[in-house]
């Protein structure tokens, strides 16, 4: 199991910004791939956005070109920077394997986006 910690989120007005980091506890966080997961009030967990252990990244259509995915393996943490925030970005945000497969998900961290 490698745990994870979110950190990072908060109440921001629509247009804001933020930056939530993950850090993981184990070595298999620096070459596996990895992505930011989010849960609205209502809604199935979605996929958001991915980065390969190569760091090449990838993004559901509904925040490309608005958040950024990035890893820093020698410190086994995760970055995802928020930019144009938006109302329906409202959720807990969890990081994680992809696939998860078995992994258990952290505590999440709370982004709500509203003026």
């Known amino acids: 199991q490698v745990q994870l910690v979110e950190s990072g989120g908060g109440l921001v007005q629509p247009g804001g910004s933020l930056r939530l980091s993950c850090a993981a506890s184990?070595?298999?966080?620096?070459?596996?791939?990895v992505g930011w997961y989010r849960q609205a009030p209502g809604k199935q967990r979605e996929l958001v956005a991915t980065?390969?252990?190569?760091?090449?990244?990838n993004y559901v259509d509904s925040v490309k070109g608005r958040f950024t995915i990035s890893r820093d393996n020698a410190k086994k943490t995760m970055y995802l920077q928020m930019n144009s925030l938006k109302p329906e970005d409202t959720a807990v945000y969890y990081c994680?394997?992809?696939?998860?497969?078995?992994?258990?998900w952290g505590q999440g961290t709370q982004v709500t986006v509203s003026s």
């Open positions: 994680n394997l992809v696939p998860r497969g078995r992994n258990s």
């Open positions: 184990d070595i298999i966080f620096r070459i596996s791939p």
């Open positions: 980065i390969s252990g190569g760091s090449s990244p």
